[in-house]
């Protein structure tokens, strides 16, 4: 077994009572020592560890790739296909907390939670009533994605009373909401455009200035995928110039470094990559990441 990048410690501990374990820090220390790898059968990462199509070349008896997380976007996953290597994450484990925060930035955007916060900290209630905010009863929720986070979403906007709508490269047949080809389209439609999808090449700036043109002054931005999805910089001048009401983000493209004009923006909810990080999660997702090692190389012994 391969250990590539960081990983908990009771992860690892677990690895190791199952498996002959092998770890590097990254591709470039694992590539260095081709001798070692050619036994190699399983590959457990954080999915934040470069896995090229190099170092797959590295790996002849490679069967599977089980990650630690639901982002595969550091993985050249054309080359893993091409190598009938399976790929496996543990976004089914994660997507009620991801959902959770998802839902709880777009409450916090709509009825500026921390900004009411701040106005009783700082007395303002002694002067006067906050404005009013917006409600989500009847508002219009554009879901970028329909996979587990997505769909997750869906049924807690249901539950507030939210009309749901959703774009992705395919209808999705179980799903009793409208389907939008074109995302300007959902955005134009929505008045909370949530972004649920993977992060990759195809998604890349996704959420760029024309889908924020069609959000409109009224519409929020909520990113719970990855920060690859969002041109920030569109985003920053879009918040600045009134093109959208708000964003919600739990995602950047450089982090810890979120777009410097979002930091001082009261138009922002901004948290650290924070989706699935509960106890309980965490040791779910360790828990998935390991049987998925274990039963697909003990079904092949």
């Given at each position: 077994?391969?250990?590539?990048?960081?990983?908990?410690?009771?992860?690892?501990a677990e690895l190791e009572t199952r498996f002959e374990l092998v770890a590097f820090a990254d591709e470039g220390a694992a590539i260095s020592a081709i001798p070692r790898l050619a036994d190699v059968q399983g590959m457990a990462t954080s999915g934040k560890a470069t896995i090229s199509a190099a170092l797959l070349e590295c790996l002849p008896e490679l069967k599977i790739i089980s990650c630690l997380g639901a982002g595969t976007?550091?993985?050249?996953?054309e080359a893993a296909r091409e190598r009938a290597v399976e790929l496996r994450t543990?976004?089914?484990?994660?997507?009620?907390?991801?959902?959770?925060?998802?839902?709880?930035l777009i409450i916090a955007t709509a009825r500026d939670l921390f900004g009411a916060d701040q106005f009783v900290r700082s007395g303002g209630w002694t002067l006067g009533k906050y404005p009013l905010a917006r409600s989500l009863k009847g508002a219009r929720l554009g879901i970028v994605g329909l996979g587990a986070i997505g769909s997750a979403l869906a049924g807690r906007a249901e539950a507030f009373g939210m009309a749901i709508g959703y774009h992705t490269r395919r209808v999705v047949s179980r799903s009793p909401h409208p389907h939008f080809e074109s995302l300007p389209d959902l955005a134009a439609w929505c008045d909370f455009l949530a972004l649920c999808?993977?992060?990759s090449p195809a998604t890349y700036r996704l959420a760029d200035a024309q889908v924020l043109g069609a959000l409109g002054a009224k519409g929020f931005l909520i990113n719970v995928a990855r920060g690859s999805v969002v041109d920030e910089a569109a985003l920053a001048e879009a918040l600045q110039a009134g093109v959208i009401a708000g964003a919600g983000l739990d995602v950047f493209e450089d982090e810890p470094h979120p777009h410097p004009a979002l930091l001082g923006c009261p138009k922002t909810v901004l948290l650290p990559h924070i989706g699935s990080a509960t106890t309980e999660t965490r040791d779910a997702m360790a828990r998935a990441m390991v049987d998925a090692l274990v039963e697909r190389l003990r079904g092949d012994a």
């Amino acid at each position: 077994m391969l250990q590539l990048g960081a990983l908990p410690d009771h992860a690892i501990a677990e690895l190791e009572t199952r498996f002959e374990l092998v770890a590097f820090a990254d591709e470039g220390a694992a590539i260095s020592a081709i001798p070692r790898l050619a036994d190699v059968q399983g590959m457990a990462t954080s999915g934040k560890a470069t896995i090229s199509a190099a170092l797959l070349e590295c790996l002849p008896e490679l069967k599977i790739i089980s990650c630690l997380g639901a982002g595969t976007e550091a993985i050249d996953t054309e080359a893993a296909r091409e190598r009938a290597v399976e790929l496996r994450t543990t976004s089914h484990v994660l997507a009620s907390d991801v959902a959770d925060i998802a839902m709880g930035l777009i409450i916090a955007t709509a009825r500026d939670l921390f900004g009411a916060d701040q106005f009783v900290r700082s007395g303002g209630w002694t002067l006067g009533k906050y404005p009013l905010a917006r409600s989500l009863k009847g508002a219009r929720l554009g879901i970028v994605g329909l996979g587990a986070i997505g769909s997750a979403l869906a049924g807690r906007a249901e539950a507030f009373g939210m009309a749901i709508g959703y774009h992705t490269r395919r209808v999705v047949s179980r799903s009793p909401h409208p389907h939008f080809e074109s995302l300007p389209d959902l955005a134009a439609w929505c008045d909370f455009l949530a972004l649920c999808c993977p992060g990759s090449p195809a998604t890349y700036r996704l959420a760029d200035a024309q889908v924020l043109g069609a959000l409109g002054a009224k519409g929020f931005l909520i990113n719970v995928a990855r920060g690859s999805v969002v041109d920030e910089a569109a985003l920053a001048e879009a918040l600045q110039a009134g093109v959208i009401a708000g964003a919600g983000l739990d995602v950047f493209e450089d982090e810890p470094h979120p777009h410097p004009a979002l930091l001082g923006c009261p138009k922002t909810v901004l948290l650290p990559h924070i989706g699935s990080a509960t106890t309980e999660t965490r040791d779910a997702m360790a828990r998935a990441m390991v049987d998925a090692l274990v039963e697909r190389l003990r079904g092949d012994a």
